[in-house]
């Protein structure tokens, strides 16, 4: 298969949507990260999904709109608490789990009773949406396992060969995946964090809570409920290790694994906030942001970066899990798979 990637206009818009309509997959921009979609309605074309992706079964996908009258497709209804939640917040990056209705293939769900839907607002993706006459299931257009894409090129990068089109829309401005809310257990509970952070949630839901599986592994034997739950995620070829503390004393701790992998003749890049890089000298470092939201926007592509470079370790500085600090440290623990050292010693989170 050859994959083309096209220019963002209107004759390219159709042709994408044409190849959806036809049963196939085809790459597009969201605001959080790549997509990679097909009819959400038809079980043999999101099986293209999984196959492009090397996707787990047991994973299950998001379904995107355009239209609030799609949901009568998808779901068999929907409470006060998402009425209120999609008024609030779609278009936008939250996603939210809701009874599933009897039109959405198992495959979509992964065997769940329940279904994940969202309204992206990058106006490309509701433009596709809309001409392609369909929901349209669409997780996140890379290779099962890796880091997520937030350019056109990171998705030729991974899926070369193995999708037909790709729609070229830019970066990506959020930069990691969608909120993703289950309002089907009672109380309502965050099982990924994204762009709409728990503080925004809490103030139309004050009882939303934060499952244990964002931030340590999912437990032996559960239920993957949501993307993001169960396998290793966001995971570049390089050795992951989120480094915790705070000033002087994380510094220390980095600057020592960092020297060590030297010694042993091992490529190692720091990843660290704006304003930290100073604290590692000449070692290479990569500077992801000034806060929260600039970090977690750059640093799939900062793990995309470092295995360009070959590098063979990564040390992430571990930051508060306030606003989108919560996202950020979700990625960067899957993509570590949960190794994790503290200042003056070291742990595996499990």
Request: net charge negative.
């Given at each position: 298969?050859?994959?083309?990637?096209?220019?963002?206009?209107?004759?390219?818009?159709?042709?994408?949507?044409?190849?959806?309509r036809a049963g196939e997959v085809a790459a597009f921009p969201?605001?959080?990260?790549?997509?990679?979609?097909?009819?959400?309605?038809?079980?043999?074309?999101?099986?293209?999904?999984?196959?492009?992706?090397?996707?787990?079964?047991?994973?299950?996908?998001?379904?995107?709109?355009?239209?609030?009258?799609?949901?009568?497709?998808?779901?068999?209804?929907?409470?006060?608490?998402?009425?209120?939640?999609?008024?609030?917040?779609?278009?936008?990056?939250?996603?939210?789990?809701?009874?599933?209705?009897?039109?959405?293939?198992?495959?979509?769900?992964?065997?769940?009773?329940?279904?994940?839907?969202?309204?992206?607002?990058?106006?490309?993706?509701?433009?596709?949406?809309?001409?392609?006459?369909?929901?349209?299931?669409?997780?996140?257009?890379?290779?099962?396992?890796?880091?997520?894409?937030?350019?056109?090129?990171?998705?030729?990068?991974?899926?070369?060969?193995r999708v037909p089109l790709i729609l070229d829309g830019g970066?990506?401005?959020?930069?990691?995946?969608?909120?993703?809310?289950?309002?089907?257990?009672?109380?309502?509970?965050?099982?990924?964090?994204?762009?709409?952070?728990?503080?925004?949630?809490?103030?139309?839901?004050?009882?939303?809570?934060?499952?244990?599986?964002?931030?340590?592994?999912?437990?032996?034997?559960?239920?993957?409920?949501?993307?993001?739950?169960?396998?290793?995620?966001?995971?570049?070829?390089?050795?992951?290790?989120?480094?915790?503390?705070?000033?002087?004393?994380?510094?220390?701790?980095?600057?020592?694994?960092?020297?060590?992998?030297?010694?042993?003749?091992?490529?190692?890049?720091?990843?660290?906030?704006?304003?930290?890089?100073?604290?590692?000298?000449?070692?290479?470092?990569?500077?992801?942001?000034?806060?929260?939201?600039?970090?977690?926007?750059?640093?799939?592509?900062?793990?995309r970066e470092a295995d360009a470079q070959g590098m063979e370790?990564?040390?992430?500085?571990?930051?508060?899990?306030?606003?989108?600090?919560?996202?950020?440290?979700?990625?960067?623990?899957?993509?570590?798979?949960?190794?994790?050292?503290?200042?003056?010693?070291?742990?595996?989170?499990?």
């Amino acid at each position: 298969m050859k994959t083309e990637v096209l220019p963002l206009d209107a004759a390219s818009l159709e042709r994408a949507a044409l190849s959806l309509r036809a049963g196939e997959v085809a790459a597009f921009p969201t605001e959080t990260v790549y997509g990679l979609g097909a009819d959400a309605l038809n079980a043999q074309a999101v099986g293209k999904i999984y196959a492009a992706k090397g996707r787990p079964a047991d994973n299950p996908l998001i379904v995107h709109i355009a239209e609030l009258g799609d949901l009568d497709k998808l779901i068999t209804g929907a409470d006060a608490r998402a009425r209120a939640l999609m008024g609030a917040f779609w278009p936008g990056p939250l996603t939210l789990i809701l009874p599933r209705g009897s039109r959405v293939p198992d495959v979509v769900s992964a065997g769940l009773d329940t279904v994940a839907v969202r309204m992206p607002s990058h106006p490309a993706a509701l433009a596709l949406i809309r001409a392609a006459g369909t929901p349209l299931a669409a997780p996140s257009a890379n290779r099962s396992g890796r880091p997520s894409p937030t350019t056109a090129a990171h998705v030729l990068a991974d899926m070369d060969g193995r999708v037909p089109l790709i729609l070229d829309g830019g970066a990506c401005s959020v930069g990691v995946e969608s909120t993703v809310l289950d309002l089907t257990r009672g109380q309502a509970a965050i099982l990924r964090p994204g762009g709409v952070t728990l503080e925004m949630l809490r103030t139309l839901l004050p009882e939303v809570r934060v499952d244990e599986a964002v931030l340590r592994p999912l437990a032996a034997g559960g239920e993957a409920r949501s993307p993001g739950m169960k396998h290793r995620h966001y995971a570049p070829a390089a050795r992951v290790i989120v480094v915790t503390g705070g000033g002087e004393a994380r510094a220390a701790a980095i600057r020592g694994r960092y020297d060590a992998a030297a010694l042993e003749g091992q490529r190692a890049v720091i990843l660290c906030q704006a304003g930290h890089a100073a604290l590692y000298g000449d070692r290479k470092a990569q500077v992801l942001g000034d806060g929260a939201g600039e970090m977690a926007a750059n640093l799939f592509a900062a793990l995309r970066e470092a295995d360009a470079q070959g590098m063979e370790l990564i040390l992430a500085e571990a930051i508060q899990t306030e606003g989108m600090g919560l996202a950020l440290m979700n990625r960067l623990l899957r993509a570590a798979d949960f190794e994790v050292a503290e200042a003056g010693g070291c742990q595996n989170s499990e």
